[in-house]
């Protein structure tokens, strides 16, 4: 409920900010990843791999502010008798750009796990900034992101004390489209609970490619 | 009180220069009542009062001009025709431009001030008005007058600048109208300053010869120029080809990226296996590639595109507004008036 609130105040200071006549300019970003899932919950670390597709609509509002609204799903399969497990994601994101090089972030995400035992549903609001650094003459684009999860709402479980998101990786621009390859990696540290310690983990190398419609 | 005072003293100071043209005046027209009547034995001793040296009071010379010509068609109707002959030429030699009007005076009057404009070669311009001339619509007017035939030359020049423009070289006999077109002889819209206007005539009857010559002043009416744009500051313009430590930069940001993506995976990863990097080492190999790549290709050819592109379009939006500029500034300089004005002797000029 709190996560709601804080997406939909978000949400509203963005549509707020946004000059009426800027020019604006909408980006669809199709993409695949091959993302890890490793989770520890004191019974050994267990992994699931697999291949995860999705799209993010990226609506430029004006010279330094933009919207994004990313959906993704796909299959992680279970190594050593870990279960298969489906994942599908909802996310909406808002950037300001403070600088040449650096911009601010922050974003709301809706994530479910659904196995033949259970449906856990995870909610995160993340802040954070991104920096690119152009390089080739600014063909190319060098990404580094951070973030902090400062709200993680996960069901069945207490909310993890530290959760962040950290992501690097390159884009390359031709013409108006731009290819993008990036490494990235959610790690959530759970309160210790019954002198049991649960660490999870997302990590995913992601191929996208952004084209821009008008 | 103190006021009073000096409005008396003003008066009083400003009161004999009033009479003395009050008494010119009024005797003038006294000598004209008379010699309207035809009492011209009355009209001629008022006359010949104004024109004496010993007459107290200031005369202008159109006064004075007008006292000898009514002398001469005084002393014409009195059948004194070389007296009256000598008065026409003191009068015609005090104003060229003096004329009998055909229906004011008698034929014999009027032959016999011909008579004296052919004794006597005066030449002459009458004075400059101020003026407005478009020089695409009409022409700047001057009045020249020559008092019978004389081979006349008509030239205008700068003062202190270049050689004279002939406007009129010929034969003529009274008034004529010369027109100037506001151009030198190069065919330019002559430059603001001062300049003289000198005629200079030559009697085909007598071979006597005379000149004159008038000033004036010449400005010019043109609207506000607009500026064109400077030229492009090199700040502004993007940069069109890599240099050496850019390519290093280069080189720096990629290997940047290769070790942030591996610090990631393995900060990260340390106490859930550590062993599954692959996605990172994916990145970190393509960055490391692609900055090694770009610091190659950049020592190669070293040029960027894109921004030669955006520097050319910022040139060429600079040149066409330059050319916009420079089009709307000739059309105001072709619209230039020329504004002319009396003036006194050689100066400066405006």
Redesign the interface.
């Known amino acids: 409920m709190r996560a709601a609130r804080l997406i939909a105040a978000a949400i509203f200071l963005l549509g707020a900010v946004a000059p009426a006549t800027a020019q604006r300019a909408l980006t669809v970003a199709p993409l695949v990843s ?1 993302a ?1 899932h ?1 989770v ?1 919950a004191g019974f050994g ?1 267990e ?1 699931s791999l697999g291949p995860i597709l999705g799209a993010v609509g990226t609506l430029r509002l004006g010279p330094g502010l933009a919207v994004a609204v990313r959906a993704l799903g796909g299959s992680l399969f279970g190594a050593n008798g870990v279960l298969d497990r489906d994942v599908g994601e909802l996310g909406v994101e808002g950037s300001v750009v403070t600088g040449p090089w650096l911009s601010l972030q922050a974003g709301a995400t809706r994530r479910a796990y659904g196995t033949r035992l259970g449906r856990q549903t995870w909610t995160t609001v993340d802040i954070g900034a991104v920096a690119r ?1 152009a ?6 684009h ?3 992101r951070a973030a902090l999860l400062p709200v993680v709402s996960v069901t069945g479980l207490p909310d993890p004390g530290v959760a962040f998101r ?5 884009e390359y621009g031709i013409r108006a489209a731009t290819l993008g ?3 990235s ?1 959610e ?1 959530y540290d759970f309160p210790i609970d019954q002198g049991v310690r649960r ?1 999870e ?1 997302l ?3 992601t191929l996208r490619l952004g084209l821009r419609l008008r | 009180m103190r006021r009073l005072v000096w409005a008396v003293v003003l008066a009083v100071g400003a009161a004999p220069a009033l009479a003395a043209q009050g008494s010119t005046a009024e005797l003038l027209g006294q000598a004209h009542q008379f010699y309207e009547r035809l009492e011209v034995e009355r009209a001629l001793p008022l006359l010949r009062q104004i024109v004496s040296p010993n007459w107290p009071f200031e005369v202008t010379p159109d006064q004075r001009v007008d006292a000898y010509k009514y002398l001469g068609a005084c002393l014409a109707l009195a059948g004194k025709r070389d007296s009256a002959v000598l008065y026409f030429r003191a009068a015609i030699e005090r104003d060229p431009f003096t004329d009998l009007d055909p229906s004011l005076f008698t034929p014999a009057q009027l032959a016999t001030f011909d008579e004296a404009r052919r004794h006597t070669l005066a030449v002459a311009v009458r004075p400059i008005q101020a003026a407005r001339v478009d020089p695409r619509t009409t022409r700047v007017s001057f009045t020249v007058v020559a008092t019978h035939a004389a081979l006349v030359d008509v030239k205008l020049s700068a003062i202190g600048a270049g050689s004279p423009l002939v406007l009129f070289q010929g034969t003529m006999d009274g008034v004529r109208e010369v027109a100037w077109d506001g151009l030198l002889a190069n065919r330019r819209l002559a430059p603001p300053g001062r300049y003289t206007l000198a005629v200079a005539g030559r009697s085909r009857v007598t071979g006597a010869a005379d000149s004159a010559r008038v000033y004036f002043d010449l400005r010019h009416e043109i609207a506000q120029l607009e500026d064109t744009l400077p030229d492009l500051d090199p700040r502004v313009l993007l940069p069109e080809r890599i240099s050496a430590e850019a390519a290093r930069r280069d080189v720096a940001a990629g290997l940047g990226v290769a070790a942030a993506a591996l610090l990631i995976a393995g900060a990260a990863n340390a106490d859930l296996g550590g062993s599954e990097r692959g996605g990172a080492d994916v990145v970190a190999a393509t960055a490391a590639v692609t900055g090694v790549v770009a610091f190659l290709a950049h020592r190669r050819q070293g040029a960027i595109p894109q921004n030669v592109t955006a520097n050319a379009r910022h040139r060429a939006q600079r040149d066409s507004t330059n050319v916009a500029i420079r089009g709307r500034n000739a059309d105001r300089i072709a619209a230039t008036a020329l504004l002319v004005s009396p003036a006194a002797g050689e100066g400066a000029g405006p």
């Open positions: 091959l890890e490793r520890d670390v992994r650094v390089f080739a003459g600014g063909t190319i060098g990404v580094g950290a992501a690097t990786g390159l390859v990036e490494y990696l790690r660490v983990q990590a995913a190398l």
